[in-house]
C-alpha cells in the first residue's frame, strides 16, 4: 500500500518551521511528502506568505513536492483539491496542517494503524490526537469512536470517495432515527459549522467528513495520549481562534511502540464522554426553552415566591451556576448576597471572573459547594453527568429550582 503525507500550510512561518521540525525527527519519515501552499488574499499576507514558501521549497531530507496555488483557494478548497489529488497517485494518506507539531512516533503509528486496519471497511479514519482526552483506557494505545479528529489524521482512497461536499446529509440524517442518535453522540456541533458554511461564518471541510463517516456508521481511532501538540490556537490562523486548550500528549521521550487495539468496537464511556464534549442545541431551541423559563420566573413572581426564600428554606447556603447569560445574570440578582454564589460555572473559561464572580470550569469548582443550579436545561442530562463525575453535590435545572420556589 502506497502512503503519502500531506502537509497544508498559508502565511504562517514559524507554525510550518516548527511542524517541518517535529515531521523530520520522526521515527520513520514520509514515503512522500506533498506540500501544499495557498495562495495569497492580498498584500498583507505576502511577508509572511513568503517567508512559508522559502522554507517549504527546501526540503530536502525525504522527497517532497511542493504545490502553490497562485490563488487563495481558502482552508477547505484547499483541503479538498489537495487530499483528491494526492489520491490519484497512493492508496492512503496522512494529512497534516501547518499547526500540527507531531510526536516522533506519528508517523509510524500512522503506517501501522492505515496497514493493520485497511480491510476493514468499518474504519473510517486514523487520528494522531483527541481532544476529549479523559478517558477508562483499554490497555492498549488506542481506542475506536465514531468521531473523526482532523488534527493529524488519515484515511483510505476507498473511504474518502464516499466524502462529498453535500449540504442535503444533515437532512438525510434526521430522517432516518438510528443515524440521527449517532449524529447527536458524535456530531451534534457539526450542524452549527454546516450552518455556519452556508452562512459565511465558517470554512469546513472536516463538517462533512465527520457527517460522512457517521451517515456510513463507520468508526475512528484516535490514541489515548494525542501525537499531535496542536499549536494554532494563538490567534494566528483564520478558523482556529484564541483560548486555553487542554491536550493529554504523549510524552516526547516516551518511544516504546504503540499497541494497537485488534477489537474493533466502541465502549459506552467513550460514547458518554464524545456526547459530552460536542454537545450542542440549535438557537431557535435554546431561545424557546428560556423563552418557557422566563414565563414561569415571572409567573412564581406573581404569586409572591422567591427562589432566595427557597434557598434559606432549604439551607442550600453555597451554591454554584453552570452557564452564564441573562438567565445567569436574573438569578445572581435574585439571590441578592453575591457570597452565596460560589462560582459561575463553563465549559472554558477565558477570563477569572463573570459578574465579580468566579469563573471555573468543573473540575476546578469549590469544594464548599452544595447546589448546582444548570441554566442551559435544553442540555440538563448531559451536563449532569458531567458534573456528577467530580462532585457529589445536588444539580438542579433552573426550571425545577423555580418549580421547586413556586411550591413553598
Known amino acids: 500500500m502506497k502512503i503519502a503525507t500531506i502537509l497544508f500550510t498559508y502565511n504562517r512561518s514559524n507554525h510550518t518551521k516548527r511542524t517541518l521540525e517535529a515531521l523530520y525527527k520522526n521515527k520513520k519519515l514520509p514515503e512522500k511528502l506533498f506540500i501544499f501552499q495557498d495562495g495569497p488574499k492580498d498584500k498583507n499576507d505576502l511577508g509572511e506568505w513568503h517567508k512559508v514558501n522559502n522554507i517549504i521549497k527546501n526540503v530536502n531530507w525525504c522527497k517532497c513536492s511542493v504545490i502553490v496555488s497562485d490563488i487563495n483557494k481558502g482552508l477547505k478548497n484547499s483541503i479538498l483539491y489537495g487530499v483528491n489529488y494526492v489520491f490519484n497517485f497512493f492508496d492512503a494518506v496522512i494529512v497534516l496542517e501547518d499547526?500540527?507539531?507531531?510526536?516522533?512516533?506519528?508517523?509510524?503509528?500512522?503506517?501501522?494503524?492505515?496497514?493493520?486496519?485497511?480491510?476493514?471497511?468499518?474504519?473510517?479514519?486514523?487520528?494522531?490526537?483527541?481532544?476529549?482526552?479523559?478517558?477508562?483506557?483499554?490497555?492498549?494505545?488506542?481506542?475506536?469512536?465514531g468521531r473523526i479528529e482532523s488534527w493529524g489524521w488519515g484515511t483510505w482512497k476507498n473511504r474518502w470517495k464516499k466524502m462529498k461536499e453535500d449540504y442535503g446529509i444533515l437532512a438525510r440524517i434526521k430522517k432516518d432515527e438510528e443515524t440521527y442518535k449517532r449524529f447527536r453522540i458524535w456530531g451534534s456541533d457539526f450542524e452549527s459549522y454546516l450552518l455556519g458554511n452556508i452562512e459565511g461564518t465558517c470554512n469546513s471541510w472536516a463538517t462533512f467528513w465527520g457527517m460522512t463517516v457517521i451517515e456510513n456508521n463507520g468508526v475512528c481511532l484516535q490514541p489515548y495520549k494525542s501525537l499531535i501538540d496542536q499549536i494554532g490556537v494563538d490567534g494566528t490562523g483564520t478558523h482556529s481562534g484564541v483560548g486555553e486548550f487542554k491536550q493529554r500528549l504523549r510524552d516526547i521521550e516516551d518511544l516504546n511502540e504503540i499497541?494497537?487495539?485488534?477489537?474493533?468496537?466502541?465502549?459506552?464511556d467513550t460514547e458518554e464522554r464524545y456526547q459530552e464534549y460536542y454537545y450542542w442545541t440549535?438557537?431557535?431551541?435554546?431561545?424557546?426553552?428560556?423563552?418557557?423559563?422566563?414565563?414561569?420566573?415571572?409567573?412564581?413572581?406573581?404569586?409572591g415566591k422567591s427562589i432566595k426564600k427557597y434557598l434559606d428554606l432549604m439551607n442550600k447556603d453555597v451554591i454554584s451556576i453552570y452557564g452564564k447569560g441573562s438567565l445567569c445574570d436574573l438569578l445572581i440578582n435574585e439571590i441578592e448576597n453575591k457570597k452565596r454564589i460560589s462560582s459561575v460555572i463553563v465549559t472554558n473559561p477565558l477570563q477569572s471572573f463573570y459578574n465579580d464572580l468566579p469563573l471555573v470550569d468543573i473540575e476546578n469548582m469549590p469544594v464548599k459547594t452544595n447546589l448546582i443550579v444548570v441554566i442551559p436545561i435544553y442540555d440538563y442530562e448531559i451536563i449532569k453527568r458531567k458534573i456528577k463525575r467530580v462532585t457529589t453535590c445536588e444539580v438542579m435545572g433552573i426550571d425545577q429550582l423555580i418549580e421547586e420556589a413556586s411550591n413553598i
Open 99 to 145: 499547526d500540527c507539531v507531531a510526536h516522533p512516533l506519528f508517523i509510524t503509528y500512522m503506517y501501522n494503524a492505515l496497514s493493520k486496519y485497511c480491510d476493514n471497511q468499518q474504519v473510517y479514519s486514523i487520528s494522531g490526537s483527541n481532544v476529549p482526552s479523559d478517558f477508562n483506557e483499554n490497555g492498549t494505545d488506542a481506542f475506536f469512536s
Open 259 to 268: 499497541v494497537l487495539p485488534d477489537k474493533i468496537e466502541i465502549t459506552k
Open 282 to 303: 440549535a438557537p431557535e431551541k435554546r431561545r424557546g426553552v428560556y423563552n418557557d423559563v422566563l414565563l414561569e420566573w415571572i409567573e412564581m413572581k406573581r404569586r
